[in-house]
């Protein structure tokens, strides 16, 4: 993960890498290397920030800008570091209408969880996949949170059925019969 301007970006191929690869069909093995490398950084940076989004409880962050936003992830190519797909390609991936991505995608933005640049009017947006270290902060002490809550929970659940006895736990008042009467009409 690279640290950028109090930002979280996800690392992709080094330019003076991607240049010695361009020339050779044979790759030397220190270049070899350096890439797999890389890659296995970016990969891992990748199922990092799906995690973050998947956590993200921002109200503008609903099911389908999660679900638009974890494509657009999917799509960032590593050694190019192109991230571009276009709203009609967004929406047929997902089966949603053209509109939606477009209202969707600003909503996105403005989570902080994108940086869009725009290329023109009859081309596609180019994304930057990036998110802000306070952002992430608050994600994972959210999660956090909710862990130490249920591991609460558990454990006053758990002391509380070693100190009852389970045959007093059904909540019967007084009044309840304890035996069943016949229901003999005579």
Same mark, same amino acid.
């Given at each position: 993960?690279?640290?950028?301007?109090?930002?979280? *970006?996800?690392?992709?191929?080094?330019?003076?890498?991607?240049? %010695? &690869?361009?020339?050779?069909? #044979?790759?030397?093995?220190? +270049?070899?290397?350096?890439?797999?490398?890389?890659?296995?950084?970016?990969?891992? *940076?990748?199922?990092?920030?799906?995690?973050?989004?998947?956590?993200?409880?921002?109200?503008?962050?609903? %099911?389908?800008?999660?679900?638009?936003?974890? &494509?657009? &992830?999917?799509?960032?190519?590593?050694?190019?570091? %192109?991230?571009?797909?276009?709203?009609?390609?967004?929406?047929? /991936?997902? @089966?949603? *209408? +053209?509109?939606?991505? /477009?209202?969707?995608?600003?909503?996105?933005?403005?989570? @902080?969880? &994108?940086?869009?640049?725009?290329? @023109?009017?009859?081309?596609?947006?180019?994304?930057?996949?990036?998110? *802000?270290?306070?952002?992430?902060? #608050?994600?994972?002490?959210? +999660?956090? @949170?909710?862990? #130490?809550?249920?591991?609460?929970?558990?454990?006053?659940?758990?002391?509380?059925?070693?100190?009852?006895?389970?045959?007093?736990?059904?909540?019967?008042?007084?009044?309840?019969?304890?035996?069943?009467?016949?229901?003999?009409?005579?």
């Amino acid at each position: 993960m690279i640290i950028e301007d109090d930002h979280y *970006s996800i690392p992709l191929l080094p330019r003076e890498i991607a240049e %010695r &690869l361009k020339d050779k069909a #044979e790759w030397p093995a220190d +270049v070899r290397a350096k890439y797999e490398a890389a890659r296995k950084q970016c990969t891992a *940076s990748k199922a990092e920030f799906a995690t973050w989004i998947r956590r993200d409880r921002d109200s503008r962050m609903n %099911r389908t800008a999660k679900q638009i936003l974890l &494509l657009i &992830l999917d799509c960032l190519n590593f050694e190019t570091g %192109r991230c571009d797909p276009g709203h009609q390609f967004i929406a047929d /991936e997902l @089966g949603l *209408s +053209v509109r939606t991505v /477009e209202r969707t995608i600003p909503r996105i933005a403005a989570s @902080g969880w &994108l940086a869009i640049t725009r290329r @023109g009017r009859t081309t596609t947006n180019f994304y930057r996949l990036r998110v *802000s270290t306070s952002k992430v902060a #608050e994600i994972l002490d959210y +999660v956090d @949170g909710l862990r #130490e809550q249920r591991a609460e929970e558990r454990e006053r659940r758990r002391q509380y059925g070693q100190r009852s006895d389970p045959t007093k736990l059904a909540d019967h008042s007084a009044s309840d019969p304890t035996s069943v009467r016949s229901h003999d009409p005579r």
